[in-house]
């Protein structure tokens, strides 16, 4: 089993930077690639982007140009780093894991979710 707890969100203005941390706990090894969803009031879970065990990215092309993610191994955590955010940006930001060394962009594909952690973002 794996654990995933999420920090690093509050309340920002349009415009700042806020960086999340999804730090993972239990049989980390089990999962290769990790990744970042979010979910709006009345929507379903999009994809922001992942990482995999190599360093490699995906982003969703929403986000590309503004949010990075990183992983430091030795730690178990991951990290999303918003940079320019925007009022569109609130929402329940999660992170997720999967048993698998590919990316995917499909929630189903993931083994293991955080509880979320809330970014609300006012002008």
């Known amino acids: 089993q794996v654990q995933l707890v999420e920090s690093g969100g509050g309340s920002v203005q349009a415009g700042s930077s806020l960086t999340l941390s999804c730090v993972a706990s239990g049989r980390t090894y089990t999962t290769p690639t990790m990744a970042w969803f979010r979910q709006a009031p009345g929507k379903g879970r999009e994809f922001v982007g992942g990482?995999?065990?190599?360093?490699?990215?995906t982003y969703a092309d929403s986000v590309k140009e503004r949010f990075t993610i990183c992983r430091d191994n030795a730690k178990n955590t991951m990290y999303l780093q918003m940079n320019t955010v925007e009022v569109e940006n609130t929402t329940v930001y999660s992170c997720a894991a999967r048993t698998e060394a590919l990316m995917a962009l499909d929630i189903a594909r993931y083994d293991y979710w955080g509880q979320g952690t809330q970014v609300t973002v006012s002008i």
């Open positions: 990482i995999r065990w190599d360093g490699a990215t």
